[in-house]
């Protein structure tokens, strides 16, 4: 009884000593913000989609991969360049001018070297970096995330990555910011450790080691619409959920069919259950 009393009263001191440091860590609300994917009915704009792309090819893809995709997923139904004239996505003449950009690296089946050759369709996309320690030399020791399922990976996905993409912020007065950190009020941390000692009022928030990135026309859209910095966020953010999705909208279709179908059956299955016994006592 007395081990089983002090074995209780160890756990009870740890998760004392750890609830503090759990709840020190703070960070902003995320922002409100509609997209147009949201909820069962809800589908990805098409425009917005080939804008993200745009986003992610300019800026994101400088640092960040999309490994689970491949350049023919741009061209299937639901994608950002799906077009239904062609019978498949690697016919797709968007998808054959964006991998003219590309090579990747494969192995030569005559003399088992190491060669790089034009991309295909079927290819994933290539990442920015040969391997994990060349990214991170890159960037200062932090190694860029890859995008792929970002949006499902985080809590309040769309929003959390919308927040941080427009969220950086001066640092507050008095605060100690590391070498190669910016602080933004959306990230995750604690900031205890970086302000002056008994200081009131710690701020919410955290560091994070990507600098700012998107800014008002820092990309140029082709359908005319304004490149602010919201603008460009919230594209990215729709793509970068279109790709941790793809099949997204094709799924929500073939459940609003299922749905009415479900529903139809009840209808017939409820009047063939009073036509059949309705002279039969209950």
């Known amino acids: ?19 503090p440091a759990a709840a020190a860590t703070t960070q902003k609300a995320p922002k409100d913000v509609h997209w147009s994917f949201e909820g069962p009915l809800g589908r990805f704009d098409q425009e917005q989609l080939q804008r ?14 999309l490994k689970l995709m491949s350049y023919r ?28 950009d590309f090579s990747v690296a494969d192995i030569d089946s005559d003399t088992g070297d190491t060669i790089k050759r034009p991309a295909t369709p079927a290819d994933a996309f290539v990442s920015p ?3 994990e320690y060349a990214a991170r030399a890159a960037n200062g020791g932090a190694l860029p995330p890859d995008l792929s ?9 769309p929003q959390y990555v919308y927040s941080i993409l427009t ?7 008095g605060m100690t910011v590391p ?36 800014t008002d026309n820092r990309v140029s859209y082709d359908d005319g619409v304004p490149a602010t910095q919201a603008q460009e966020a919230k594209d990215v953010v729709a793509f970068l959920a279109w790709a941790s999705e793809p099949h997204a909208d094709e799924r929500k279709k073939l459940g609003l069919a299922v749905m009415i179908y479900l529903g139809l059956f009840a209808i017939v299955l409820y009047a063939s259950y009073r036509t059949i016994w309705r002279k039969v006592g209950h």
């Open 167 to 173: 969220g950086y912020a001066p640092p507050p007065a």
């Open 1 to 19: 009884m007395l081990r089983k009393a002090l074995v209780i009263a160890a756990v009870l001191g740890v998760a004392c000593a750890v609830q």
């Open 129 to 131: 970096f040969p391997n």
């Open 73 to 100: 997923n741009l061209g299937q139904p639901g994608g950002p360049f799906y077009d239904p004239k062609y019978k498949t996505p690697n016919d797709n003449a968007v998808v054959k001018a964006i991998i003219k």
């Open 52 to 65: 993200g792309y745009k986003v992610y090819h300019d800026v994101c893809s400088a640092c960040h991969s």
């Open 149 to 157: 399922l970002i949006i499902k990976a985080r809590e309040d996905g």
């Open 179 to 214: 070498p190669g950190k910016y602080y933004n009020p959306y990230m995750p941390g604690d900031m205890t450790a970086f302000m002056p000692p008994n200081t009131a009022n710690v701020p919410v928030g955290g560091f994070i080691a990507m600098p700012l990135q998107l």
